[in-house]
């Protein structure tokens, strides 16, 4: 049936959680003097002056709401900027919920290096420590993509979202809806171990390539 939700195995759900909270703790560690660089940078650029980390609201496994983090890559105040601009608001929803860094007025200089890098998605760590997300699922959304899931949303909420999934592993920004929403969808009928360390690793691909990064 269309609307089924598949039931993971508890053996699964379990180690998955712990790789989870092993390889964020071991990631933050390691990953601190890149934290430290990025918070310098904030602090002595005159351009860059505001919160060093950006909190965006999601949607979680069950309808439950959270903040994703992320360093901020634009401007203080852009969600407020974009909204108050239509035309600017209309091209953000025609363009899948995202605008191109060279259309996009909200994104600064440095902020840009840090979506090609990816290097912005590194507090979301802490998301997945706090259970939040998880390493491998599909890219958690606000509350307006839920419609371009149909009558499928609660499939797509039965599982925790993830800081990499199949759609980040097969192109990012460059597959749009409905496209990315039968890619989500397939993750949650197939989610194993092995399909999480494919997808890892053909994320870590992407990353290095900044395919559809932006």
Same mark, same amino acid.
């Given at each position: 049936?269309?609307?089924?939700?598949?039931?993971? @195995?508890?053996?699964?759900?379990?180690? %998955?959680?712990?790789?989870?909270?092993?390889?964020?703790l071991v990631a933050l560690v390691l990953l601190s003097p890149v934290f430290l660089v990025v918070w310098l940078t904030y602090k002595v650029s005159s351009s860059n002056r505001?919160?060093?980390?950006?909190?965006?609201?999601?949607? @979680? %496994?069950?309808?439950?709401?959270?903040?994703?983090?992320?360093?901020?890559?634009?401007?203080?105040?852009?969600?407020?900027?974009?909204? !108050? *601009?239509? /035309?600017?608001?209309?091209?953000?929803? *025609?363009?899948?919920? %995202?605008?191109?860094? *060279?259309?996009?007025?909200?994104?600064?200089?440095?902020? /840009? #290096?840090?979506?090609?890098?990816?290097?912005?998605?590194?507090?979301?760590?802490?998301?997945?420590?706090?259970? *939040?997300?998880?390493?491998?699922?599909?890219?958690?959304?606000?509350?307006?993509?839920?419609?371009?899931?149909?009558?499928?949303?609660? %499939?797509?909420?039965?599982?925790?979202?993830?800081?990499?999934?199949? #759609?980040? !592993?097969?192109?990012?920004?460059?597959?749009?809806?409905?496209?990315?929403?039968?890619?989500?969808?397939?993750?949650?009928?197939?989610?194993?171990? #092995?399909?999480?360390? /494919?997808?890892?690793?053909r994320n870590i691909f992407h990353i290095a390539t900044s395919d559809g990064a932006y």
């Amino acid at each position: 049936m269309e609307n089924e939700i598949p039931v993971q @195995g508890i053996v699964y759900r379990i180690s %998955k959680r712990s790789i989870d909270v092993i390889l964020s703790l071991v990631a933050l560690v390691l990953l601190s003097p890149v934290f430290l660089v990025v918070w310098l940078t904030y602090k002595v650029s005159s351009s860059n002056r505001g919160p060093v980390i950006y909190r965006q609201q999601r949607v @979680g %496994k069950n309808n439950h709401d959270f903040y994703i983090l992320k360093f901020r890559s634009m401007v203080v105040g852009a969600d407020e900027k974009l909204k !108050a *601009d239509p /035309k600017l608001y209309q091209q953000y929803l *025609d363009n899948n919920y %995202k605008l191109p860094p *060279d259309l996009d007025p909200r994104i600064t200089q440095f902020g /840009k #290096w840090l979506r090609r890098s990816s290097v912005d998605e590194l507090p979301q760590f802490v998301n997945i420590l706090r259970g *939040d997300m998880s390493l491998i699922g599909p890219r958690p959304v606000v509350r307006d993509e839920l419609s371009e899931y149909g009558n499928r949303v609660n %499939k797509l909420l039965s599982v925790t979202p993830g800081a990499m999934g199949l #759609w980040q !592993a097969s192109g990012r920004s460059n597959i749009g809806y409905p496209e990315r929403c039968e890619m989500e969808l397939y993750y949650v009928d197939h989610a194993s171990f #092995w399909f999480d360390v /494919k997808i890892f690793f053909r994320n870590i691909f992407h990353i290095a390539t900044s395919d559809g990064a932006y």
